[in-house]
């Protein structure tokens, strides 16, 4: 069993940088590739990133590349969401999951939601314009 938890949300102006953290309790997380995901509320929740258990490996979202940046840190039992420039659209629930995937992985593979086993409660990130 893997616990996850989301910090770092907050309320920022457009333009501005968070950075999200997550981090795992429990099982070690280390040889799970982990997404980011987001959801506004009466919406469908949406990938944003991920990045393979070593951490060479990442995938994004088209509306956030060049803006997000996902690394980890597995000494630590950490990942990481680097998000600069944020949008009003970036505004959501920010989830991060650890994928239970075995294999090759791609962005259509890491940002399907039913590959994912543990999921953390989310943290807030509102952008104002």
């Known amino acids: 069993q893997v616990q996850l938890v989301e910090s770092g949300g907050g309320l920022v102006q457009a333009g501005d940088s968070l950075r999200l953290s997550c981090a795992a309790s429990?099982?070690?997380?280390?040889?799970?590739?982990v997404g980011w995901f987001r959801q506004i509320l009466g919406k469908e929740r949406e990938f944003v990133a991920g990045?393979?258990?070593?951490?060479?490996?990442?995938y994004y979202t088209d509306s956030v590349k060049g803006r997000f940046t996902a690394s980890r840190d597995n000494a630590k039992n950490e990942v990481y969401l680097q998000m600069n420039a944020l949008r009003p659209e970036d505004t959501a629930v920010y989830y991060c999951?650890?994928?239970?995937?075995?294999?090759?992985?791609?962005?259509?593979?890491?940002?399907?939601?039913?590959?994912?086993?543990?999921w953390g409660q989310g943290t807030q990130v509102t952008v104002s314009s």
């Open positions: 990045i393979s258990w070593s951490g060479g490996n990442t």
């Open positions: 999951a650890a994928a239970n995937i075995i294999g090759a992985m791609n962005l259509n593979i890491m940002a399907n939601p039913e590959n994912y086993a543990y």
């Open positions: 429990g099982r070690t997380f280390s040889n799970s590739p």
